[in-house]
């Protein structure tokens, strides 16, 4: 598998590549991510409805409405360390809202960009200071330091390009093929 997956990423990123990838308007993250919401009305945002899915441990909440989640334990894919305070962790948008919006999602309707800040196939829990160190930026500028999991985010950052129709440059294509051959 190992050997097939430069071969399979090389053929979804033919796929997503368009020379002209930023366009539109200028970026606005509260048309994508106004706050959290609570789809399912329990009183816990989508955030912390993620704490409670991924956490390895009975995670407590802040009150007895179990609205907020304070302490569990979370595995960070990016560095492979262990959390026990939600506090410490943010939710990461694999493919950043940012980066998304300049690849295609500039023009996309306000539900839709509201539809991908929230989708959880593009959410992580990650060390806060991690989070922030990436920024905006996609795999041909930024890799998790945390080798064993590189693969699998530049597959997910591909699988979510590709549902949302997201188009690399020339450029990234070129550089994302680099990564995958080394």
Known sequence: ???????????????????EAKEGRGYDR????????????DCQSTRHE???????APVRFTNAKHCTV?????LDP??????????????????????AHEHGGANWTVELKQQFAEDPENLWLVDDG???????????????????????????FMAIVEKYGLKFSAEESTQILALLGR
């Open 50 to 56: 993620l704490l409670v899915q991924f956490s390895l």
């Open 30 to 41: 509260h048309e994508w991510l106004p706050k959290w919401s609570d789809s399912d009305g």
């Open 78 to 99: 990016y560095t492979g360390n262990f959390y026990s305070l939600a506090s410490d962790l943010d939710v990461e948008h694999i493919v950043p809202l940012s980066w």
């Open 130 to 156: 991690r989070n922030q160190s990436k920024g905006d930026k996609g795999p041909d500028e930024w890799m998790p330091p945390y080798e064993p999991v590189q693969a699998i985010y530049v597959q997910r």
């Open 1 to 19: 598998m190992r050997l097939l997956l430069p071969v399979l990423l090389s053929a979804a990123l033919a796929g997503c590549l368009e020379v």
């Open 70 to 74: 304070d302490t569990g334990l979370w």
